[in-house]
């Protein structure tokens, strides 16, 4: 019995890190939908799409199956808009840029053209983004447009659990 419970106990962690990053379904809301032949699926005017606790806000977004449980998606807006709740170990994510490309195979999303993304207190903006959604870890490259701009609050340097 006490072999049972210390095995349950050391794999519910595994299991919890499991699900977070097992592929989350898709609910798409837009006010125009169109399935073309090939599989490729577009949205247009007032696009929101979800998947788990991460959401793609546009004016037109493409979806298109790139294997089994696996998309890529392209996101265009003035701007278009992204956002990642909160966990208990990390800050809420919001990001936008004039395109967006996701990759669920890669658990990425590209910003590009004036992108700016907000992580708890830090404001980051360059040419180019990739927000590496699983692990929640960014790179950027600041392009033909100049370097790259971030600006850190005191507080974010603190871990999050000593800002609660």
């Given at each position: 019995m006490r072999t049972r419970l210390s095995l349950l106990l050391v794999l519910l962690p595994a299991l919890a890190?499991?699900?977070t990053n097992a592929p989350q379904?898709?609910?798409?809301?837009?006010?125009?939908?169109?399935?073309?032949?090939?599989?490729?699926?577009?949205?247009?005017?007032?696009?929101v799409m979800k998947s788990g606790t991460l959401e793609l806000q546009?004016?037109?977004v493409e979806i298109r199956r790139s294997g089994p449980e696996q998309y890529m998606a392209w996101v265009q807006g003035e701007p278009a808009q992204l956002?990642?709740?909160a966990t208990e170990e990390t800050a809420a994510v919001s990001a936008?840029?004039?395109?967006?490309f996701m990759d669920s195979s890669?658990?990425?999303?590209?910003?590009?053209s004036r992108a700016q993304l907000l992580r708890g207190g830090e404001t980051l903006s360059g040419e180019t983004i990739r927000y590496y959604f699983l692990g929640r870890r960014i790179r950027a490259d600041g392009g033909s447009q100049g370097p790259v701009r971030i600006d850190i609050q005191t507080?974010?340097?603190?871990?999050?659990?000593?800002?609660?």
């Open positions: 890190l499991a699900q379904p898709i609910t798409v809301r837009a006010n125009s939908a169109e399935w073309q032949a090939g599989g490729a699926m577009i949205y247009s005017g007032n696009v546009g004016r037109r956002s990642q709740a936008s840029a004039h395109r967006m890669a658990g990425m999303v590209e910003l590009e507080d974010s340097l603190r871990p999050l659990q000593e800002r609660r």
